[in-house]
């Protein structure tokens, strides 16, 4: 089944690029001294569209002027048309800053219509934009349902009662002939469905007619659908100096929207992000800020990836205000994406697990966090060694080739260095008697460094069942004569 989802761009929003303007003060484009977009409070005061500069600015002194730049709304529909790819491979622009999608076949993954339309809706507003909504069942459809308002049709017969209730004008083919039409008394779809065919053709040509097919579903429709680049690099100029790392992230979100639907439409994971932050030009000029991010595990979740932007800039600080920002993508790998089972794991999955880390990460730095790297050795304080949780674990060293299950146990918390023991009555002596709680384990040891080593550890507890770990060092030979040193080494949970 085609299903379309029509997202429509106001176009005072994209000249403007600031949504609290409409509301704050009226605004108006203007496009060669004719007024070409209104707000709301710009329109009470009797603005209209085709109104030409001087009579706008006589009814609307203290408005926001702006000029239409074509290339800057192209270059705002581009960086909506990418963040929506990660919603569907197949995304088109249309007239009247308008983004198409053909989500048929992404129903299913996101949970339905409605959850798909809320998605693109929290998608457009990450990207600082506000956007009206419609779905049906052909490309040019939505797009007049778009148009007109927000509305939400799956089947075609709802959508031909919808579509014939729109004013003629919507088509864009037949607006050179409105006035013509509107002489008839044609002024919605509809109507103009019940006119001749073949009198229409001849009076405004086939191009009315196929669009209008194309409409109601009774015509092909050809399409150019939007290719992602082959590498990520997007830039945000931000609206004034800026030196609050929180108000960095809304416009980071921004970026890592286009990232998100870069990614997926690629097919690919970043491990490594590159955030650059732009200071001040000129004479006072201040070198860029560069922040770098790495990943344990490759990623293309906008939310994860968003929740370690946020964490690393609320750890950064700023030598001066930033006027720009640009983020790069590097280190990427193909995308594997997790399957579904049918009975989730306990405590998470490998994913959940290692996006927790890389928050940690991002919030404590990375020499905060640390991994356990068991080594082939028997001496218990040269067994590990503590590396970075984002070194690659294949490039640590081996641990024993020993069955873990074999082995007697082992505390979790072990001393930096063994505190000596006092004997009373020939028991060793920590806070209270310590009595033993299992038969001795002998590790020898060290020979090969010169450092040999002769230890028996035992389990023992004291009067309060605290459990600790202890070993008797022998220094000189296991002799009749010669009395043994106590050590406490480590502490059972």
């Known amino acids: 089944m085609s299903l379309w989802i029509a997202v429509h761009l106001p176009l005072l929003q994209l000249e403007a690029f600031r949504p609290n303007w409409l509301g704050e003060a009226p605004a108006v484009v203007f496009e060669r001294d004719r007024v070409s977009a209104v707000s709301a409070r710009a329109r009470a005061a009797g603005v209209h569209e085709g109104m030409r500069r001087g009579g706008a600015q006589l009814l609307c ?5 702006h000029e239409r730049d074509p290339l800057r709304e192209t270059a705002l529909l581009d960086e909506a048309a990418l963040a929506l790819l990660q919603y569907t491979p197949q995304v088109t622009l249309a007239e009247d800053a308008c983004v198409l999608l053909d989500v048929g076949a992404s129903l299913r993954l996101f949970g339905g219509i409605r959850a798909l339309c809320r998605k693109v809706r929290i998608t457009i507003a990450r990207l600082g934009l506000s956007a009206v909504l419609s779905c049906g069942v052909t490309a040019a459809g939505a797009w007049m349902l778009a148009r007109y308002g927000y509305v ?50 001849r009076r405004c040509g086939k191009a009315v007619l196929e669009s209008m097919d194309q409409a109601y579903g009774e015509a092909l429709e050809l399409h150019n659908w939007v290719e992602a680049p082959p590498s990520f690099c997007a830039r945000a100029e931000l609206p004034d100096r800026i030196d609050h790392t929180d108000i960095l992230v809304t416009y980071a979100q921004r970026l890592l929207a286009q990232l998100a639907g870069w990614l997926a439409a690629r097919q690919l994971a970043v491990k490594q992000l590159r955030l ?14 560069e922040l770098v991010l790495a990943l ?18 609320s750890r950064s600080s700023l030598p001066a205000p930033a006027i720009a920002m640009s983020l790069a993508a590097g280190a990427l790998e193909a995308m594997e994406p997790a399957s579904e089972l049918l009975f989730p794991e306990p405590g998470g999955s490998a994913e959940d697990h290692h996006r927790l880390i890389e928050l940690l990460v991002a919030r404590l730095g990375p020499e905060q966090v640390l991994q356990a790297a068991p080594r082939a050795d028997h001496r218990p304080e040269v067994a590990n060694r503590w590396c970075g949780v984002m070194q690659d674990a294949g490039a640590l060293s081996a641990p024993l080739p020993a069955d873990a299950a074999r082995l007697p146990p082992r505390p979790l918390w072990l001393l930096d260095e063994p505190v000596p023991l006092r004997l009373q009555r020939h028991k060793p002596w920590y806070r209270t008697p310590l009595e033993f709680a299992s038969p001795p384990e002998r590790i020898e040891a060290g020979w090969w460094e010169g450092r040999p080593v002769t230890r028996d550890y ?16 022998w220094t000189g030979g296991e002799q009749p004569d010669q009395e043994p040193q106590w050590f406490l080494h480590g502490l059972f949970g």
């Open 296 to 313: 344990s595990v490759p990623a293309w979740q906008e939310e994860h990836l968003h929740a370690l932007i946020k964490e690393k800039l």
């Open 152 to 201: 939400r049709t799956v089947r075609a017969t709802s959508m031909r009662r919808r579509l014939d209730r729109l004013p003629v004008a919507l088509l864009t083919a037949a607006r050179p002939y409105l006035e013509w039409l509107h002489g008839l008394g044609v002024r919605r779809l509809g109507e103009l469905r019940r006119l001749p065919r073949p009198g229409l053709q």
């Open 61 to 65: 002194p203290h408005a926001h002027w």
């Open 276 to 289: 650059l932050l732009e200071h001040e030009r000129g004479r006072q000029a201040v070198p860029p800020t």
């Open 458 to 473: 035992f389990t023992v507890h004291d009067a309060h069942h605290v459990y600790y770990w202890i070993f008797r060092q």
